[in-house]
């Protein structure tokens, strides 16, 4: 019996496979067999981007960004940020990270008539000469299945053929001991992105196929079958496009992948405090060709400078607008700021006190403490003050002791960690506050 993750199922094939001859016959039952589970996997993968879809989506494009920001959010608070665990834990998060990019992405360029994909054009074609903006629910949901699904799934499989065995032996030895996270040579790297394109493509054609018709209208059965030729074929272009991305669609994989490789790395040299530098990241990426500055800017545009569930630390206003003496904590929930730099916020603290259920508010660059002028700023403080605010807004004196006096940001994973404070996403949007 097939273990059920997505990963688990990736990998019983591959080993099952690795030593078949490719002109070797086979019995009539070990053909049924094999194409039994090759619609197993086909549907088991089909049932997640279904799942990815309900919980990503939305009736209206600011419900599916409010239902992506909480999405985003809970996987980077329920992530560790200091520790032994934080490479594995990201490994396990990634795909499903920056599937979900991919679908907010995907939006962003088509309210800005930035993709000119034959395939999508030629869905949207359907549709009378509508925008993607003015699609009915049933247009659209028709535009998910052609569109947004295959491009999880291809999202989902971008990295399968990291799994094969001949991609393991370079990712942990051949005696299975080496560290897989370690930064590889550049002979291993090559060689392993030559086995992933071969192989994730081949999983995709030979693992995961096109599905069959099973009903009894020819009709219904002849479009069936063009669609999913379609499809399959956009989830090949996808995979081939992101390997060398430039300008093409496949950036609508190969920007989220570079996004999430920062913000979520499996890389010794994570540093939580620095996941805000990504764009300069992409910038350069952008900047060498290997992807699109025109993607890579509408993800800015979309996430800003800092990842949701960021821990933001920033110093209040009083009512005339001077400077408090005091910082207090806030967290990014919500997608879309109106300047990168001042990122959207649900306060976590007030008057040094951590509280279950604050308000909105735009945290200013002024204001941010990530940012170096505003660091000076809290750096006239006396050490005593600061000691005093680092002692009511940490849990015990070990933590304190671990902590930085002036501090760029925090970590917000304990605090979320307790129900009460688990409201950043409620649904009425609460009235939203320049910091005060």
């Known amino acids: 019996m097939l273990n059920d993750s997505l990963l688990e199922r990736a990998i019983h094939y591959f080993e099952s496979n690795e030593f078949v001859e490719s002109n070797s016959t086979t019995t009539a039952e070990t053909d049924t067999l094999e194409k039994l589970e090759k619609i197993e996997r086909h549907n088991h993968l089909q049932s997640i981007c279904c799942e990815i879809i309900e919980l990503a989506e939305g009736e209206t494009l600011r419900e599916s960004n409010r239902k992506t920001a909480r999405l985003l959010g809970t996987i980077q608070l329920i992530s560790p940020t200091e520790g032994n665990k934080v ?17 907010r992405l995907l939006d962003r360029l088509l309210l800005d008539n930035e993709l000119k994909d034959p395939y ?64 590889l040579d550049i002979t291993d790297r090559r060689q392993l992105l030559k086995i992933n394109y071969k192989e994730t493509l081949s999983y995709i054609s030979n693992a995961i196929g096109v599905l069959k018709y099973t009903g009894n209208s020819k009709e219904l059965r002849d479009q069936f079958v063009i669609d999913e030729q379609l499809k399959h074929q956009f989830i090949k272009k996808l995979i081939k496009s992101s390997f060398k991305a430039e300008q093409g669609i496949g950036n609508l994989l190969k920007v989220p992948q570079i996004y999430v490789s920062i913000i979520l790395s499996t890389k ?140 760029r940001c925090w970590h917000a994973g304990e605090y979320f960690s307790v129900k009460t404070n688990q409201k950043l996403w409620n649904k009425e949007e609460n009235r939203s506050f320049i910091v005060p």
């Open 120 to 183: 999508i054009l030629k869905v949207l074609a359907e549709f009378g000469g509508k925008s993607f903006a003015e699609l009915d629910e049933i247009e659209h949901r028709r535009f998910t299945e052609l569109v947004k699904m295959p491009l999880l799934m291809a999202a989902l499989l971008q990295n399968i053929g990291h799994h094969h065995p001949e991609a393991k032996v370079i990712l942990y030895g051949e005696d299975g001991k080496k560290n897989h996270f370690r930064i």
């Open 87 to 103: 490479a594995v834990s990201n490994e396990q998060c990634k795909m499903l990270y920056k599937a979900i990019l991919s679908l």
């Open 268 to 407: 010794e040299t994570y540093n939580y405090k620095v996941l805000p530098q990504v764009f300069q990241v992409l910038n350069k990426n952008a900047e060498l060709g290997s992807c699109s500055q025109k993607v890579v800017d509408a993800l800015y545009k979309i996430t800003g400078m800092f990842p949701q569930g960021y821990g933001i630390v920033y110093m209040p206003e009083d009512e005339m607008g001077h400077l408090g003496d005091c910082y207090e904590y806030a967290i990014v929930n919500r997608l879309y700021p109106e300047n990168p730099e001042n990122p959207l916020c649900r306060i976590a603290t007030r008057h040094l006190t951590f509280i279950g259920y604050g308000h909105n508010i735009t945290v200013r660059k002024s204001n941010n403490l990530y940012f170096p002028m505003m660091a000076k700023k809290i750096a006239t403080l006396s050490k005593e003050r600061l000691n005093e605010i680092l002692e009511l807004l940490s849990s015990n004196y070990h933590e304190r002791q671990q902590l930085d006096l002036l501090p």
